[in-house]
T-cell receptor, first 114, second 111 residues
Framework: KAGVTQTPRYLIKTRGQQVTLSCSPI?????VSWYQQTPGQGLQFLFE???????NKGNFPGRFSGRQFSNSRSEMNVSTLELGDSALYLC?????????????FGEGSRLTVL | QKEVEQNSGPLSVPEGAIASLNCTYS??????FFWYRQYSGKSPELIMS????GDKEDGRFTAQLNKASQYVSLLIRDSQPSDSATYLC???????????FGKGTRLHILP
């Protein structure tokens, strides 16, 4: 069974640009959550999607957005990039994150903003 | 107060000893708690979940939950060098259904 796949794995952008990250969950999983991981703040919750609907949202500015498609694949977008957006962005899938809490993480997309 | 708090470490434990990792949480109504392990350069993986007060054992791992004290711990018996990693405590916040992580504790098992 294939795991959670995130693309791209690494990317470098400059301030003001935007970026789109992609996540393909484990087959059959309907919940996709996104987290930002930095050395100083740890894992911070961005948002969760379930059946194409944003079910929950963390405390990030509106520059961070996401969506989920009918096949459960998800994308997140960060517009007007800032230096502080440099981080590892982790996607996690679950059958239903709300109930089980068992999240399966992808390898992450490491974003560097110059 | 942070929603889920952990000592960042590093916690150094001799091989073969018991490693004890601790976590406190702020949401009194949280019901579900999880321990994830993250090796350097890798993504987190779930190793234990606990929902009721008391102990839950799985192999060398024991999770302990004390809801009155809002305290969760993870014990690793017979620690091995391969246990060296960052351990993340997480809670499913009932008030808004988010899974929130602590910043993690770095564990170093000394050979």
């Amino acid at each position: 069974k294939a795991g959670v796949t995130q693309t791209p794995r690494y990317l470098i952008k400059t301030r003001g640009q935007q970026v789109t990250l992609s996540c393909s969950p484990i087959s059959g999983h309907r919940s996709v959550s996104w987290y930002q991981q930095t050395p100083g703040q740890g894992l911070q919750f961005l948002f969760e999607y379930f059946s194409e609907t944003q079910r929950n949202k963390g405390n990030f500015p509106g520059r961070f957005s996401g969506r989920q498609f009918s096949n459960s694949r998800s994308e997140m977008n960060v517009s007007t990039l800032e230096l502080g957006d440099s981080a590892l962005y982790l996607c996690a899938s679950s059958l239903d994150g709300r109930l089980s809490g068992e999240l399966f993480f992808g390898e992450g997309s490491r974003l560097t903003v110059l | 107060q942070k929603e889920v708090e952990q000592n960042s470490g590093p916690l150094s434990v001799p091989e073969g000893a018991i490693a004890s990792l601790n976590c406190t949480y702020s949401d009194r109504v949280s019901q579900s708690f999880f321990w994830y392990r993250q090796y350097s350069g890798k993504s987190p993986e779930l190793i234990m979940s606990i929902y009721s007060n008391g102990d839950k054992e799985d192999g060398r791992f024991t999770a302990q939950l004390n809801k009155a004290s809002q305290y969760v711990s993870l014990l690793i018996r017979d620690s091995q060098p391969s246990d060296s990693a960052t351990y993340l405590c997480a809670s499913l916040m009932n008030r808004d259904d988010k899974i929130i992580f602590g910043k993690g504790t770095r564990l170093h098992i000394l050979p």
